[in-house]
Each structure stands twice: as C-alpha cells, then as structure tokens.
C-alpha cells in the first residue's frame, strides 16, 4: 500500500493475512505512543492452551522493549459471526475466540515488527492495533467505560389501554395506525 505524507491513519485491523489500514510511519519522529492490541485467539483453543497464546502475545512485545500500560486476559466470547481461518492446512469455521487486549508504549518502528509477529502468531484468529491513550486504558480497567448492550434489539412496547369498549371504526382505526407504525420500524 502506497502512503502519502499527509496520511494520519493508526489503525490495524487484520484477519491473518489481509491488512487493513496501517501504523505510524517510522519516518515519522522517534517518540513513544500508547497502542492497544485487541486480538481474538482460536475459540477451539482449551482455556490453558488460550492463556498460552495471550502469553505468545505478551512475548511478542516484550521483545520489542516496550512498556506494559494495561492489559485484560482472555476470556471466551460468542462471535457475531463465522470466521474461516486455515489451521494445519485445512479451513476451519469459528463462532467463538477468546478476546483479550493489551495496552503498551512503544516507538512507531517497534509498533511494525509487532504487527507482523502478530500475523505470524497462528493461534490469533483476527487482531486489531490501535493508538490510544493512558486515559482510556485507565478507564477500560477500572469499569468507567460502559459495557455494551447485548441481547435482542425488539420492536417497542405499546401501552397497555385503559378498559372499556371499542366501537369496530375505533377498532379498525387502531388496527390500521399500528399496521403503519409496524411498517415504519420495519424499514
């Protein structure tokens, strides 16, 4: 990927193998930034073999130096849907990984080599690496940052009417405003 002087994009999102966006240019100054990697490891991984990776990961950055701001250890999550990833020459299907992240300073150049050990790790289904700031990783630990909401996003609930009888136009009046306000969440 080619990289004008004026790009500003910190970002890297990748499925093994395909690159998305990129770091800091080295080029660009000798100053240490605060990064977090996000990955997912294998959901086929046992939960041993999965604190395993995050320490594969935790090596990873230890061999470039770099100092620990935060971190949250893997935990086993549903995904919101099916990655394929060849492991041990065939395709395999996952619905589930373990997430876990790690917040760390490091020197642009640094942040490079980190990213392609990451692509070489074969038990990261898929990771991200992103700047970030002492602040939010602060905040991500101690629980100041809300949680999103999961579960099922449901059309909402009318108001029970209070009793009493209904002519068959009142009715049919009714019948035909809630027929429309469906339709108006439906699109």
């Known amino acids: 990927m080619v990289r004008s002087s004026d790009m500003e994009t910190d ?4 499925e093994i193998g395909d690159t998305i966006g990129m770091v800091d240019d080295p ?13 997912n490891l ?15 990961v935790q090596a990873i950055l230890k061999s470039e130096a770099i100092s620990f701001v935060g971190e949250h250890a893997p935990v086993k999550i549903s995904l919101a849907y ?4 060849k492991v041990n020459g065939r395709n395999e299907r996952f619905d589930s990984a373990y997430f876990g992240w790690v917040a760390f ?3 642009p150049e640094a942040v490079v080599r980190i990213q392609a050990a990451l692509e070489a ?22 629980g ?32 035909q405003s809630m027929a429309t306000e469906d339709a108006k969440t439906a699109e």
């Not at 790790?121 to 101690?142: G, K, P």
């Not at 009417?161 to 136009?169: D, Q, T, Y």
Request: without cysteine; aromatic residues 4%; hydrophobic residues 40%.
């Open 105 to 107: 300073e490091a020197l």
């Open 144 to 175: 100041a940052v809300e949680a999103p909401v999961l579960g099922n996003i449901e059309k909402p609930k009318r108001e029970a009417e209070a009793g009493g009888e209904v002519s068959e136009a009142a009715l049919e009046q009714a019948l």
């Open 11 to 14: 970002v890297i999102e990748t």
């Open 27 to 39: 080029s660009d100054g000798a100053k240490p930034t605060i990064y977090e990697v996000g990955y």
């Open 42 to 56: 294998l959901g086929s991984l046992s939960e041993d073999q999965a604190v395993s990776g995050a320490g594969a």
């Open 82 to 85: 099916t990655i394929t990833k």
């Open 121 to 142: 790790e074969q038990n990261i289904l898929r990771f991200i690496l992103v700047r970030t700031s002492r602040d939010a990783v602060a905040a991500a630990q101690s």
